[in-house]
């Protein structure tokens, strides 16, 4: 049978739904010791392996830095195995998880107007939508959803202009060359933008020379700020390549906005070309 089906099959590829290259991208645009939420159906056993192999590892789950409630949350959850193992607790269960974490990703593959818990879910936890990644498989749209909890960034951390806020920024403190360092922001406007500004996340040496950047509009040019709505978060990610032959030390992580047909730079709210986010240490 099996030498008879090969000799009339001449297409028996099978097209695979993308969860490695998901799981990849969205990985780069974790934070470390946020779970991944996959609420994708039947699919849920491939996409479940390649979000747990991808998911940065939060080193203070190893060295037993997080606080109780946050330590038996997996960094890939699979809601169509809590669905089955929990049934009826099933909400209350990922209550739980949700509680210690200012932030979430969801890969969301099915009707929203059907299956809605999750929404439910996170909208009465405090999330709200602040990025959306999509992809496609055989036409039908699969999405990778970024929620924040809102009141975790009303401080803002940095200010440009009139009224743009950088509310949050998270990095790896460490890297090695060749690596892509993932630069995450989250931002806010308090007044209507109408210019579009380019984000640019870079990397200076201790002598301040560049050495690595990342310019672009946000998210991935989904969301220019042209287009924000005053009191609306933004999640913003930079994925910044460091050179192979960078050589280690530490690093100063910055960030700047600037028009990109003529360069001009947003000064910050105390008169600056960019604001410092902290330091990299290149091993």
Known sequence: ??????????????????????????????????????????????????????????????????????????????????????????????????????????????????KHDIFDVLAAAGFVRTGTRYYEHHGYPIYAYRYDRGAALETPRARFGQGINLLRAEWPASAAPG????????????????????????LLDSGGTLRAQHDGYPADAQRPTSTWIPGSLIFDAHLIDLPENLPPGEYTLGVKLYTWWDGAILPTADGGDYQVLGSVTVR
């Open 1 to 114: 049978l099996v030498i008879v089906n090969e000799l009339l099959v001449t297409g028996a590829f099978y097209d695979k739904t993308p969860w490695r290259e998901m799981a990849a991208d969205v990985a780069a645009r974790t934070p470390a010791g946020e779970p991944v939420l996959l609420d994708v159906e039947g699919e849920h056993a491939a996409a479940w392996v390649h979000f747990s192999l991808d998911l940065p590892v939060d080193m203070r789950r190893i060295v037993n830095l997080l606080p109780p409630e946050a330590e038996g949350v997996d960094r890939a959850v699979s809601l169509y195995d809590l669905r089955k193992r929990y049934r009826g607790d099933f909400i209350p269960h990922l209550q739980g998880i949700l509680a210690p974490m200012d932030g979430v990703w969801l890969v969301y593959w099915g009707d929203e107007a059907k």
């Open 179 to 202: 690596d892509t360092l993932s630069g995450l922001l989250w931002w806010g406007s308090d007044i209507e933008v109408l210019t579009d500004y380019t984000v640019s996340v870079f």
